[in-house]
């Protein structure tokens, strides 16, 4: 028994440090926005700690990932579907097409590939707002691929497709939320066969009916629950079938008609996060339960500005870091709702897009501009740096190998030391 709990320790060991530095889905390794543990440059420009820049191939806003030396993106090269992969030196290695015809963002900070890929570091995975749905090997080659708008009907969102797919242990998840039609779906990750669809249509009213929201998936023991925020309600289903176990609602009391969400949910120990009401609300709810249990889990709600419409909250141990549109960032106490600080990073007519990062004890926050802020994560709020590359940015930045990737809508930067001489030790 002794050796074998050597052998097993080792084996995580190795494991752990294999999958340090990726990055497999669009809010890293842990889905909080933690980054794994290291140091981080903390200053840089646009011509100051800049390892490289490359022009991408085409307009795009989707985060990108990395596993061992890949750096895969999706962007929109001229009317197509476009996933690129790049070493560490920022070289091209691959490039697959998917779908036929890729469909152009409207909005002017969106783009036909708004969805992150992800991976589960066998195959990477792509969805694209013409509704192509695809599975690629790591050396680029297609799979599978299908498309959810050809099989069940086109996107009825008034603004572009947002979701990005997620993983659970055997399957491709994505969740389509509009008005009229919406449902949940799963496909096996090998073969693209609909595992099951669920219809998800809660009677939020008009454009509350339609979220760009990313679900999660939550291991409990042997089983996964895949929890979905939008439409007024937060909805636990079973991976295995699809059905729903619980939900809660009330994020919408009122029935505005116009509250869509955006900033994604996050798990925070036995409770998730829920931002809703155009950032005007954070809502607790404890994991678990049966049917309808709006009027037992909801642990507390803040409604004291601690919230976000589009940017996607942090959660480390019993602190969740908050960033609103305009660049108001508060540290939460997890179980109270209470804040602990909160600060200002500098105002402008430009607004946050993208969500912040904790790495190395500091808080990234990058603003549509490509000005990043750098925040002290401790007792206090205290900006330590800002770094302008003057791009307008969506993305949010990813960390990995002591070095930042920051894609901006027609650039990929890579801050800090360049692979070689952090190899050498320079």
Known sequence: MRIRAIVFGLLFLVTSIASADNWPSWRGPTLNGV????????????????????????????????????IILTCQEVTRNTTVALDRSGKEIWKTTVGTTGIK???????????SPVTDGKHIYVYFKSGDLACLTLAGKLVWQTNLQKVWGKDTLWWDLGTSPVLSADKVLVAVMQTGGSYVAA???????????????????????????????MKRGNSERLLVLGA????????????????????????????????????????????????????????????????????????GGAAADVPTPIVQGNRAFVCSDRG?????????????????????????????????????????????FVIDSGKQFKVVAANELGEFTVATPIFSKGQILVRTTEHLYCIGKSAAAAAAGE
Do not use: M
């Open 35 to 70: 980054a794994p543990q290291g140091t981080y440059p903390v200053t840089w420009s646009a011509t100051k700690n800049v390892a490289w820049k490359l022009k991408l191939p085409g307009k795009g806003t989707s985060t990108p990932i990395v596993w061992a030396d890949q």
């Open 187 to 217: 496909f096996g990750k090998s073969d693209g066969k609909v595992a099951w669809k669920r219809d998800r249509n809660l009677e939020a009213p008009l454009e509350a009916a339609q979220s760009y929201t990313t679900p999660i998936v």
């Open 328 to 372: 108001k960032v508060t540290c939460l106490d997890v179980k109270t709702g209470k804040a602990i600080w909160s600060g200002q990073a500098e105002k402008n007519r430009q607004g946050f897009s993208s969500s912040p990062i904790l790495a190395g004890g500091h808080i990234y926050i990058t603003r549509e501009d490509g000005k990043t």
């Open 105 to 115: 963002g409207k909005h002017r900070k969106a783009s036909g590939s708004n969805p």
């Open 232 to 303: 007024d309600h937060v909805t636990a289903h079973d991976v295995a079938t699809g059905k729903e176990l619980w939900r809660v609602g009330g994020l919408n009391p009122s029935g505005q008609k116009y509250f869509r969400s955006i900033s994604s949910p996050v798990i925070a120990g036995n409770l998730l996060l829920a931002p809703y009401s155009r950032g005007n609300t954070l809502t607790a709810i404890r994991l678990g339960g049966s049917g309808d249990v709006t009027e037992s889990h909801v642990a507390w709600i803040n409604k």
